[in-house]
């Protein structure tokens, strides 16, 4: 599959959000790829804030850079902090949040992230059937 993606540099997606601004006066979220977009929409209001997909960690922390050395305002990262923090090379930016663990997969894992997002979901009421 042919994709134009590889192509596209964080000089692209710095400017594909400041043209998106010009009509959508909300928020930004950059994100690695498209199961970013698919796992975080579903608690985004796209209204407000609009995914943009950077096809890598690389791209958007590069983007994040550049928009905010250009003093643009309303735009967060999300990044998979993956093997950075052990390898100790974590791009620390006020502009990007990092998952707590390896990526954002095991975040969501996690005992009090998954017990949130049941009380977010009202899927509490559900309980386990006992043996008769």
Known sequence: ???????I???DIA???RLERCVHKGSFLLVEGDTDIKRFGKFIDSERCSFVNCHGKQKLI???KIIYDRG?????GLADADFDRINNCLCEHEGVIYS???????DWAAPAAIKTY??????????LP???
């Open 9 to 11: 540099d964080e000089y």
């Open 62 to 64: 590069g983007a994040i």
């Open 100 to 106: 707590s663990t390896h990526d954002f997969d095991l």
């Open 130 to 132: 006992t043996k008769a």
């Open 1 to 7: 599959m042919i994709s134009i993606s590889r192509h």
């Open 118 to 127: 049941l009380t977010a979901v009202s899927y509490t009421h559900l309980t």
């Open 72 to 76: 643009f305002s309303g735009v967060l």
């Open 15 to 17: 400017e594909e959000v």
